[in-house]
């Protein structure tokens, strides 16, 4: 006779997505908001690189009322599983549109200069790929230390 084995069954857990992407979409209109502040330097100095604050803005900041508002959430608890992820994506996302200035602005990187420089400024690890940060205008320069600021603020909360 032949016994069967038996295994017994664990429950599956669900990461609750439709949450998850609703505060990434509140991160989001943060973020946009924070922009405003680069803009609003780029106007003062009257530098061609408001527009590319314009447009990074507006981009970012639907972005994050598409995902809020449009998304419906049934269940709105949190998990440990959802922080852990909402943490790493936030600064891949967060990134993400972080680089359009650089890519947009009149002296342009690269995508892959533009997500580095941006990563490294939320990240707050301080590495750069520009030589000399000086001859940047006022508008990415005060993008630049807002990103180090912001991420600064992200690990000590």
């Not at 949450?19 to 509140?26: E, F, H, I, P």
């Not at 890519?103 to 420089?117: G, H, K, M, R, Y």
């Amino acid at each position: 006779m032949s016994e069967q084995l038996h295994i017994p069954r664990t429950k599956r857990v669900f990461i609750n997505l439709p949450m998850l992407l609703r505060v990434l979409g509140w991160l989001l209109m943060i973020e946009a908001a924070f922009m405003l502040v680069p803009t609003l330097t780029c106007a003062i100095y009257q530098e061609p690189d408001v527009k590319a604050f314009l447009i990074t803005t507006a981009i970012t900041l639907a972005t994050g009322i598409g995902m809020t508002f449009g998304i419906r959430t049934y269940n709105t608890s949190m998990g440990k599983r959802e922080g852990f992820l909402l943490t790493s994506l936030v600064w891949v996302v967060f990134s993400f549109f972080g680089m359009i200035p650089y890519i947009l602005c009149s002296n342009p990187l690269t995508i892959t200069d533009a997500f580095f420089e941006t990563m490294s400024g939320f990240t707050t690890t301080g590495a750069t790929v520009y030589l000399n940060v000086e001859e940047l205008s006022h508008g990415i320069n005060m993008w630049r230390c807002l990103t180090q600021w912001l991420g600064g603020m992200g690990i000590i909360l």
